[in-house]
């Protein structure tokens, strides 16, 4: 066993300077180019806007990591997300329950959900993408079966909207004259959750066991790590990372829409691609998987202030994707030789 941990703790943790610089470089780019294409791009309004938009995608890549580094994929967790807003909506408004206890029933909804993806994954065999796919069909027709596809909405919940739209440090921000850029709690939160998973993935055995995963598996389990434990773990990361998302979601619009997950699973998966981790697994960190966030907000809002149409933003934005996808699949090669 011994020896089996000195081969773990060999496992690059996907240490690339020169690919976390071009990430950076990328996003400094982008932010100078659409502030000197457009004048409302830097205004305090629209900077809160981007902090926003990246605060919901921001947590769903914090889950989507765990899932990619191990090489699988969850393509379920942005209707995750949609249910949990809706059973939110049930437990506080129709079965009466207080907020934090609506909260925390929201949060192991979200990780049960995980845990059945990973079930089907590590116990039944079934591939990430299938199962996962399956678990987004039934998500998202749960989520409208419950509602009868109408919304709910959280006006009643006295401070829900606080959650994500409060602001710890506004008085603080008044008081030096820059209110308009007091950072919303819902951002601050994305932050430490980020900050706190990341620790866990770069720097405790759970993280480097699903590197591991992802680097070889068979390899791993020969090694007498107990892959489906870790991998079924990571699963419910994802699923957890879901439920806060959606608490974030409804407390920011004050309602649980039963159809407006969709597509966020694609957009928290390219973040992570963005941001460096390899879809075959073993490669990816919690800071790429932000910034790579931080950019596909960046890159939709710019393009609305230009008035592209939503049909040119995707365009662009697959784009971004192929070419991220096609750098490490360049870099796999070159290091094999």
Same mark, same amino acid.
């Given at each position: 066993?011994?020896?089996?941990?000195?081969?773990?703790?060999?496992?690059? =943790?996907?240490?690339?300077?020169?690919?976390?610089? /071009?990430?950076? !470089?990328?996003?400094?780019? *982008? +932010? #100078?180019?659409?502030? $000197?294409?457009?004048?409302?791009?830097?205004?305090?309004?629209?900077?809160?806007?981007?902090?926003?938009?990246?605060?919901?995608?921001?947590?769903?890549?914090?889950?989507?990591?765990?899932?990619?580094?191990?090489?699988?994929?969850?393509?379920?967790?942005?209707?995750?997300?949609?249910?949990?807003?809706?059973?939110?909506?049930?437990?506080?408004?129709?079965?009466?329950?207080?907020?934090?206890?609506? =909260?925390?029933?929201?949060?192991?909804?979200?990780? /049960?959900?995980? !845990?059945?993806?990973?079930? *089907? +994954? #590590?116990?039944?065999? $079934?591939?990430?993408?299938?199962?996962?796919?399956?678990?987004?069909?039934?998500?998202?027709?749960?989520?409208?079966?419950?509602?009868?596809?109408?919304?709910?909405?959280?006006?009643?919940?006295?401070?829900?909207?606080?959650?994500?739209?409060?602001?710890?440090?506004?008085?603080?921000?008044?008081?030096?004259?820059?209110?308009?850029?007091?950072?919303?709690?819902?951002?601050?939160?994305?932050?430490?959750?980020?900050?706190?998973?990341?620790?866990?993935? /770069?720097?405790?055995?759970?993280?480097?066991?699903?590197?591991?995963?992802?680097?070889?598996?068979?390899?791993?389990?020969?090694?007498?790590?107990?892959?489906?434990?870790?991998?079924?773990?990571?699963?419910?990361?994802?699923?957890?990372?879901?439920?806060?998302?959606?608490?974030?979601?409804?407390?920011?619009?004050?309602?649980?829409?039963?159809?407006?997950?969709?597509?966020?699973?694609?957009?928290?998966?390219?973040?992570?691609?963005?941001?460096?981790?390899?879809?075959?697994?073993?490669?990816?960190?919690?800071?790429?998987?932000?910034?790579?966030?931080?950019?596909?907000?960046?890159?939709?809002?710019?393009?609305?202030?230009?008035?592209?149409?939503?049909?040119?933003?995707?365009?662009?934005?697959?784009?971004?994707?192929?070419?991220?996808?096609?750098?490490?699949?360049?870099?796999?090669?070159?290091?094999?030789?």
């Amino acid at each position: 066993m011994k020896n089996s941990m000195g081969k773990l703790k060999k496992i690059p =943790i996907a240490k690339i300077p020169i690919q976390s610089m /071009a990430i950076v !470089l990328g996003l400094i780019l *982008m +932010v #100078t180019f659409f502030s $000197i294409a457009s004048s409302n791009f830097l205004t305090p309004s629209n900077i809160n806007n981007i902090l926003l938009a990246t605060m919901i995608n921001g947590v769903l890549s914090v889950g989507a990591l765990y899932v990619v580094v191990t090489g699988g994929i969850d393509v379920s967790i942005g209707t995750s997300m949609t249910f949990v807003s809706v059973m939110l909506g049930v437990f506080m408004n129709w079965w009466g329950m207080p907020a934090w206890m609506g =909260i925390i029933c929201g949060i192991l909804t979200g990780a /049960a959900v995980g !845990l059945i993806n990973g079930i *089907m +994954v #590590t116990k039944m065999k $079934i591939t990430p993408f299938i199962a996962t796919l399956g678990m987004q069909m039934a998500t998202a027709g749960l989520a409208i079966v419950i509602t009868d596809g109408t919304p709910i909405y959280f006006t009643q919940i006295q401070g829900y909207q606080n959650i994500a739209l409060g602001s710890p440090f506004a008085a603080w921000f008044a008081d030096l004259g820059i209110a308009d850029y007091a950072i919303n709690t819902g951002v601050i939160i994305m932050f430490l959750l980020a900050i706190l998973f990341g620790i866990m993935l /770069a720097k405790t055995s759970f993280g480097r066991y699903l590197y591991a995963i992802g680097n070889n598996r068979e390899s791993t389990r020969l090694s007498g790590i107990k892959v489906d434990k870790w991998e079924l773990l990571a699963y419910i990361v994802a699923g957890s990372m879901a439920a806060v998302a959606g608490i974030l979601m409804t407390s920011r619009m004050n309602t649980a829409y039963p159809s407006i997950g969709s597509g966020y699973e694609m957009n928290a998966v390219a973040a992570c691609v963005i941001g460096g981790a390899s879809l075959a697994g073993g490669k990816g960190t919690m800071k790429g998987a932000i910034l790579g966030a931080f950019i596909m907000s960046v890159l939709t809002n710019g393009l609305r202030l230009l008035s592209f149409s939503t049909e040119w933003q995707k365009v662009l934005t697959g784009v971004i994707i192929i070419i991220a996808v096609y750098i490490d699949i360049v870099g796999k090669r070159k290091k094999n030789g």
